[in-house]
């Protein structure tokens, strides 16, 4: 008898193999099917394909650099805060880029100048050759500290600033700089008597009806420096150096604060054609895919909107509770506050019969505060570091330029105070961290803390952003 051979497609009784039927595809299988490539194009939409992420390095945009500013906040704030966005919207069309940073705390002049120093080693890593420093309040105050390489008040050295940055620095514009310390008539003019002749030029624009701020005293120290110094007086404005929105006076104070600027960042800046010049900067790939469903997904969290791209809460702010300031001891302050609008996610308050404002301003990788501003100005009269959605009702730290005691508050329902609001916020993080209890079996079988098929296909139709599940027709 003949060998078989190999891959013979008889078998011993030379007929032929009854070819074995594949296994039948149910609903089941499609479905765990469909699941699985949703799954790998979603991944797939996270990490491009190499040849889309070269193509997406290899375009290139071009940006002016070379004047800059260096744009500082004051005492409480943040850079993150609407004001200082407002003034860098404002100082951009005099430069080529407005660089913002945050103040390191507690609030100490050698680490305040070391942050102003990383701010203009940013600028110079960018291009920029000629840098102007400004500030808001306490920045100003800083800035002038640097310029005229001074210690602090308390006698405190500050850090010198390399030689190389020294030569960039061009200007120092000083927004409602504080003369007068808070709670007292004790001048803070030393840095500005102790500029030199050598210091860049400094403007300095301060508000008519700013309470931190003396304008004799002021021009008697500008005329005891050695440097060349600018003072504007904004008339009808106070330290927040803008009026009401919506009043009259709003044009003419931004239009007499933006030419007196305008006018020295030309002087001190130099022109666009002389000084700025055009970079290459590369382009990042954008991660950002539509598949099949005709759903965008992010590559970092899929199916779930961005904070950004969330529309803001509906609050009914008729029905919010009005709150009551007292026994601050600026008596402007005091009085009826009422909700005004939808701030940070929560309700904020304006003063029935005045200027002042409450809100709460956060920021990705910032303190949370609660502040009290002149509508909703740049520099915080009052403040304090609290997450919750209403401010405490004591425990505020003071302001620049403002006296003490600070302001107390109390609402109908009753506010909570500091310690009650840190006790609840450490406890919430306690619970947070705790394990859930095992829940016991419902069913013969059922070991406890198991999950039904079902249940775990929807939490995971869940984790990829699928709302509701397609049907699948088998063919």
Same mark, same amino acid.
């Given at each position: ?9 008889? +078998? ?32 797939? +939409? ?28 004051? &005492? ?57 420093? &400004? ?62 002749? +050598? ?11 700013? &309470? ?237 803390? +198991? ?25």
């Amino acid at each position: 008898m003949a060998k078989q051979r190999l891959g013979s497609n008889k +078998s011993e009784t030379k007929a032929k193999r009854s070819k074995s039927k594949g296994k039948k595809r149910t609903m089941a299988m499609e479905k765990q099917s469909a699941r699985h490539k949703l799954k790998a194009t979603i991944l797939a +939409s996270a990490m491009p394909s190499r040849g889309k992420f070269e193509a997406a390095l290899a375009a290139e945009a071009s940006a002016h650099v070379g004047r800059a500013v260096v744009l500082a906040h004051g &005492a409480g704030g943040s850079s993150a805060h609407a004001s200082m966005k407002a003034w860098r919207r404002r100082l951009l069309p005099f430069c080529d880029d407005v660089l913002l940073f945050n103040f390191p705390r507690p609030y100490r002049m050698p680490r305040l100048v070391g942050a102003f120093h990383d701010a203009i080693d940013r600028a110079r890593r960018e291009g920029h050759t000629r840098v102007v420093l &400004a500030g808001v309040g306490l920045g100003a105050r800083v800035a002038l500290h640097l310029a005229a390489e001074l210690p602090a008040d308390d006698g405190e050295p500050v850090p010198p600033l390399a030689a190389a940055l020294r030569q960039m620095l061009v200007g120092v514009v000083a927004l409602s700089y504080p003369m007068l310390r808070a709670g007292s008539d004790e001048r803070r003019d030393g840095p500005i008597r102790g500029l030199k002749a +050598s210091a860049p030029p400094v403007l300095f624009v301060s508000g008519s009806e700013d &309470a931190s701020m003396d304008a004799a005293a002021l021009e008697s120290a500008r005329r005891a420096c050695e440097a060349t110094t600018e003072a504007v007086v904004v008339h009808g404005t106070d330290q927040s150096l803008s009026a009401r929105s919506g009043t009259h006076l709003e044009a003419d104070v931004i239009g007499t604060t933006d030419r007196a600027i305008g006018g020295f960042m030309e002087r001190v800046l130099g022109s666009a054609e002389q000084y700025s010049k055009k970079r290459k900067v590369k382009v990042a790939p954008k991660k950002k895919v539509t598949i099949r469903e005709g759903r965008e997904t992010s590559p970092t969290s899929p199916g779930e909107a961005r904070e950004e791209d969330k529309p803001p809460p509906q609050l009914d702010l008729s029905k919010v509770a009005e709150i009551e300031v007292s026994g601050c001891g600026c008596d402007e302050l005091n009085g009826t506050y009422r909700a005004d609008a939808v701030r940070d996610g929560v309700p904020s308050y304006r003063q029935v019969h005045g200027k002042f404002t409450i809100e709460r301003d956060s920021a990705p990788g910032q303190l949370t505060q609660w502040c009290i501003c002149i509508e909703y100005g740049f520099a915080s009269c009052y403040f304090i570091d609290c997450e919750d959605d209403l401010p405490p009702s004591d425990g505020w730290s003071i302001g620049e330029g403002y006296p003490g005691p600070p302001p107390v508050l109390s609402g109908p329902g009753g506010l909570k105070s500091a310690t009650e609001v840190a006790v609840s916020g450490s406890q919430h993080k306690e619970v947070r961290h705790q394990v859930a209890p095992q829940k016991k079996p419902t069913r013969a079988g059922h070991a406890p803390g +198991s999950m039904s098929t079902r249940r775990k296909k929807r939490l995971q139709d869940n984790k990829l952003g699928i709302k509701k599940r397609k049907h699948f027709k088998v063919k």
